[in-house]
């Protein structure tokens, strides 16, 4: 096997154990997944596991690292549509939250919330690869704001960094509230009260 293939099917290993433990940690969380479930499940000995993560917590810091490069890579995606206004694409983006969760299409949405709820007084470096990834999402949508601010949708005084904390903050909050009483109440309201306040901003 030549080197490029081999590296190539080193990869392909990492990311199925990684996509593997995503999917079991969504269903069941991180701290109750024992590692031989994932490897039965990825269908890979114990020693190809530890040949790539050091432990289960290095482990969980890739999947954190890797869940947030895809997510962030969306964001960019969604927020740099320039056919919408810099208003509307955040309300694509807030809307497209609420209507997955909806549709039990949460994964990608789910997973940060899911594992900042469970290991962040239980693992630091886990903790602070959730906080790099989360102020990421809050200073791509802070990018956003200001686009619209300069474009008049927002208030030319408007913070946009502590607006765009704030409609985080209150999504991943909902988020969680939605996990708890196992309907997305939660979420809709978050979704009236980020139109109501994209809305009063740019009439002000």
Not at 73 to 82: A, G, K, N, P, Y
Request: proline share 1%; with cysteine; glycine share 4%.
């Amino acid at each position: 096997m030549t080197t490029s293939a081999s590296k190539l099917n080193s990869n392909d290993t990492r990311e199925r154990i990684l996509a593997t433990g995503e999917q079991l940690i969504l269903g069941k969380g991180f701290s109750a997944l024992g590692l031989s479930e994932i490897l039965s499940a990825a269908a890979v000995p114990k020693g190809s596991f530890y040949h790539y993560f050091a432990s289960k917590e290095a482990f969980g810091v890739a999947l954190i690292e890797r869940y947030f490069q895809e997510y962030h890579q969306q964001l960019r995606t969604v927020f740099s549509d320039q056919r919408h206004t810099p208003a509307n694409r955040l309300l694509q983006y807030f809307e497209f939250w609420l209507s997955s969760t909806q549709h039990s299409q949460c994964h990608k949405l789910c997973l940060a919330v899911k594992l900042a709820a469970e290991v962040s007084d239980l693992s630091q470096t886990m903790r602070l690869a959730l906080a790099q990834g989360m102020q990421t999402v809050i200073e791509l949508i802070a990018a956003v704001l200001d686009e619209a601010k300069q474009q008049g949708e927002l208030r030319s005084d408007q913070d946009v960094q502590h607006l765009a904390t704030t409609l985080y903050g209150q999504w991943v909050g909902a988020s969680l509230l939605t996990k708890v009483y196992l309907q997305t109440a939660p979420l809709e309201a978050a979704w009236i009260q980020t139109q109501q306040l994209l809305q009063a901003e740019s009439s002000q």
